[in-house]
Nanobody, 126 residues
Framework: VQLQASGGGLVQAGGSLRLSCAAS????????MGWFRQAPGKEREFVAA????????RYADSVKGRFTISRDNANNMSYLQMNSLKPEDTAVYYC????????????????????WGQGTLVTVSS
């Protein structure tokens, strides 16, 4: 599975962005999809995950109520809608795919993911 993240950019605080993750090489329909981010000088951290049919979603506390993860299995896509962006959301965002062990499987640890995209930079100015 090859993953390609896109949609990053520069936005003012309070603004919105939608990140996209396009998959190729294999259907995503049996994979949990996740988004992680890494700010300069910090560890990569979990942002959101969605189960392979979209029935279950998990979010980091820092983004709950502001970010929404979704997926379109027919088109092998995953999305991260980011609203009410804050300067502390500035980071490189990565999409990832994990082989799902169950229909509600949502992984939060980076070590659980099997495939990673290259990352897209999100910069939020104050």
């Amino acid at each position: 599975v090859q993953l390609q993240a896109s949609g990053g950019g520069l936005v003012q605080a309070g603004g919105s962005l939608r990140l996209s993750c396009a998959a190729s090489g294999r259907a995503l329909s049996t994979y949990c999809m996740g988004w992680f981010r890494q700010a300069p000088g910090k560890e990569r951290e979990f942002v959101a995950a969605i189960s392979w049919r979209g029935a279950s979603r998990r979010y980091a506390d820092s983004v709950k109520g502001r970010f929404t993860i979704s997926r379109d299995n027919a088109n092998n896509m995953s999305y991260l809608q980011m609203n009410s962006l804050k300067p502390e959301d500035t980071a490189v965002y990565y999409c990832a795919a994990a082989v799902a062990s169950s229909v509600h499987y949502t992984a939060v640890r980076a070590s659980e993911y099997d495939y990673w995209g290259q990352g897209t930079l999100v910069t939020v100015s104050s």
